[in-house]
């Protein structure tokens, strides 16, 4: 039986501790995450609030998480939009973590192992939405996003949402969009460590 002090929820999804039961003896068996899937990052809870206010249909969309961690995005739009949910993340170790979060939800997402330069153009084509929250973390990572959104573009993916707490290498990111791209660089409410949450977002939708 799952200990429910470990167990919090935000926006009727349940995600648990690093404390519960499950994740230790996850922890233990030498399959603690070694990249930053350590906990549920603000920025996901700043992201969920901002689908919880459906700002476009969200429904039945085929949705790919990348830098997924836990996969709190992926649980909450399979659970609540019926939408076909991919959550892809280099490390591999988070990704049972991952199939957790959805079977306690009671829903289903797929789970790939994948750095950004992995997902490919001919996978990115079976997906209407990418997104991901607080990926963009090095000079490194930055180029290969902006890789990963031309090639997503090229797929024809409807949109690319990607939030974060306003790094130098995220703001690299929308520097480097390009004009056949509908972008927006948006504020959402919410700060960490005292600076805005920025989303950016991307749309072939005209």
Same mark, same amino acid.
């Given at each position: 039986m #799952?200990?429910?002090?470990? @167990?919090?929820? *935000? /926006? =009727? @999804?349940?995600?648990? +501790?690093? /404390?519960?039961?499950?994740l230790k003896a996850h922890y233990k068996s030498g399959k603690r995450p070694t990249e930053f899937g350590n906990?549920?990052?603000?920025?996901? %809870? @700043?992201?969920? =609030?901002?689908l919880k206010k459906k700002?476009?249909?969200?429904?039945?969309l085929r949705v790919l998480e990348i830098g997924c961690g836990w996969g709190l995005i992926g649980v909450y739009l399979s659970k609540f939009h019926s939408c076909k949910v991919t959550c892809s993340d280099l490390d591999e170790f988070v990704l049972p973590i991952v199939q957790f979060h959805a079977e306690l939800n009671n829903t289903f997402v797929e789970v790939k192992k994948a750095s950004f330069n992995e997902l490919s153009l001919s996978f990115l084509k079976n997906f209407d939405l990418i997104i991901?929250?607080?990926?963009?973390?090095s000079e490194e990572v930055s180029k290969d996003i902006t890789a %990963? *959104?031309? #090639?997503?573009?090229?797929?024809?993916?409807? #949109?690319?949402?990607m939030a974060d707490p306003g790094r130098p290498n995220f703001f690299e990111c929308y520097d480097s969009s390009f004009e056949d791209w509908n972008s927006e660089l948006? #504020?959402?409410?919410? +700060?960490?460590?005292?600076?805005?949450?920025?989303? %950016?977002?991307?749309?072939? @939708? /005209?």
């Open positions: #799952r200990n429910l002090t470990t @167990i919090k929820e *935000v /926006h =009727d @999804i349940k995600y648990c +501790t690093g /404390h519960h039961p499950i906990k549920v990052w603000a920025t996901s %809870l @700043i992201l969920l =609030d901002y700002p476009f249909d969200l429904n039945g991901g929250a607080e990926v963009c973390y %990963l *959104v031309k #090639r997503s573009h090229q797929a024809k993916v409807e #949109r690319f949402l948006l #504020r959402l409410p919410g +700060t960490i460590n005292g600076k805005e949450t920025k989303l %950016l977002s991307f749309s072939q @939708i /005209h």
